[in-house]
């Protein structure tokens, strides 16, 4: 079974940037629909943003013109490029495929 580690997490300033990368133990090409998901502390995990293997993406109403979902299926890697990042961005993100999921990234927007 694929695995999937993500990084790239920490703790940043309101305004700023940070790109998450999750990177897949097997080959990503034949994965249809990855996303990233976001859990913050009491809530219920939510969807961030989701690629299609042709490259079509879906976002969050949240954080629409703020994050970008890529991929690169030559480094099996998929990434969050997330900028303008507000307090209410703070949470553990995790990458997903089908039913794997990854240990998640910690993302701390605070001042």
């Known amino acids: 079974q694929v695995q999937l580690v993500e990084s790239g997490g920490g703790l940043v300033q309101p305004g700023g940037s940070l790109r998450l990368t999750c990177e897949s133990s097997g080959s990503i090409r034949s994965m249809v629909l990855m996303g990233w998901y976001r859990q913050a502390p009491g809530k219920q995990r939510e969807l961030v943003a989701r690629?299609?293997?042709?490259?079509?993406?879906h976002y969050a109403d949240s954080v629409k013109g703020r994050f970008t979902i890529s991929r690169d299926n030559a480094k099996n890697t998929v990434y969050l490029q997330m900028n303008s990042l507000k307090p209410e961005d703070t949470a553990v993100y995790y990458c997903n495929f089908a039913m794997t999921w990854g240990q998640g990234t910690q993302v701390t927007v605070s001042s």
């Open positions: 690629i299609t293997s042709g490259g079509l993406t």
